[in-house]
Each structure stands twice: as structure tokens, then as C-alpha cells.
């Protein structure tokens, strides 16, 4: 009779064994996933933050302290300002698209870091600096924007006298430049 029960305590440790094994893959897993959640939420937080920083700095830019070039632009002619973003000087600078066309933000690259990019880079107007870089935990590449000038149409506006507004679009990174924020703000230059 003790030879039929011998093969039952190896079959049950066995089965218990492969349950536990079974939970610590299950529970590794989950911690894996939590961290990588984790690090995404703080990713995406990185390139949201930048991307605030380069709406911060288009409005320096526009608002002209400094000298820089936004002073001396003209916003009511939309002097410097052209059809699908100008280069050099005039970079990030943009005239509305036309109706039933893609916006100007759809169609500019913001990734572009070339002598003929057509988006501004953090800083590149104002001197303003932002760190980035490899080393620690901040975006890969500086922040860019591009400046709409569009016409004010809130009601009691005067149209001879027609004020413009600024829309502005900034793309900001993360630790890596897949990582990306999008944010959009109106501007009115008092």
C-alpha cells in the first residue's frame, strides 16, 4: 500500500510549484507594465512641459521686448508673415491657410532642424535657453513653434481698425523625439 501514495506527494508539489511559478510571472508582469505606464505618463509630461515652454517664448517673440524681430513686424499688414511659413528671419512666421485647405500646423514639419526649417526653435528670437540633451531626464531637442497672424473677429471690433491675432502652435519632446505634444493658444498683442 505505501507504493501507491509515494507518486501522489511529487504529482501535488508539482502542481503547486507550477501555480507559484504562474503567479510570479503574473505579478512580474504587472510591475512591468506599471513602470512602463509610469515612465510614459512621465514622457509625455517632459514634452507637454516643453511644448508650454515654447508657447512662453512665441510670446516673448511677439510681444517684442528686446528688440526682437516681432517689433518690428506690422501684425495689422501681416508684414513678415507668409504663405506657408517663411525661412530665415521670417521662420515660424505663417499666414493663415486658405478655406478648405489643411491648417498651416498639418502641413509644416516640426521635427525639420535644417538651415530652411520653417517652424522656430526655443530661443532662436529671443535668446531665451532650455536645457536638453541625453544626459538626465529632459527633451531630446528644443521645442518649436509657428506664429499664425489671423484676423480679429470678436464682436465690437472695429473693421477699419482691425486688430490681429496670433495663433500659435508649439510642438514640444519628451526624453525621446518620438515622444510629442502638441499644444495651441490665441494671442492678442495689447
Known amino acids: ?40 505618463d512621465r514622457d509625455q509630461q517632459i514634452a507637454f512641459q516643453a511644448a508650454e515652454a515654447a508657447l512662453v517664448d512665441a510670446e516673448f517673440d511677439i510681444r517684442g521686448p528686446g528688440g526682437t524681430r516681432m517689433a518690428s513686424f506690422s501684425a495689422s499688414s501681416g508684414l513678415g508673415f507668409m504663405d506657408g511659413c517663411g525661412t530665415g528671419t521670417s521662420r515660424g512666421l505663417c499666414l493663415p491657410a486658405a478655406d478648405g485647405q489643411k491648417p498651416v500646423w498639418y502641413s509644416v514639419d516640426f521635427i525639420d532642424e535644417s538651415t530652411g526649417a520653417k517652424t522656430a526653435k526655443f530661443g532662436d528670437f529671443t535668446g531665451r535657453t532650455l536645457s536638453t540633451g541625453s544626459t538626465g531626464i529632459r527633451p531630446e531637442i528644443l521645442p518649436h513653434y509657428i506664429i499664425e497672424v489671423i484676423p480679429d473677429n470678436t464682436p465690437g471690433s472695429n473693421a477699419s481698425s482691425q486688430k490681429m491675432l496670433f495663433r500659435v502652435t508649439a510642438m514640444g519632446f519628451g526624453p525621446r523625439k ?4 502638441v499644444l495651441q493658444m490665441i494671442f492678442r498683442k495689447e
Not at 507518486?7 to 507594465?33: D, K, N, R
Not at 518620438?178 to 505634444?181: R, S
Open 1 to 40: 500500500m505505501r507504493n501507491k501514495h509515494q507518486g501522489f506527494s511529487l504529482i501535488t508539489t508539482l502542481i503547486l510549484l507550477i501555480v507559484v511559478t504562474m503567479l510570479g510571472i503574473g505579478a512580474s508582469q504587472m510591475v512591468l507594465l506599471s513602470e512602463r505606464s509610469t515612465r510614459f
Open 178 to 181: 518620438e515622444t510629442q505634444a
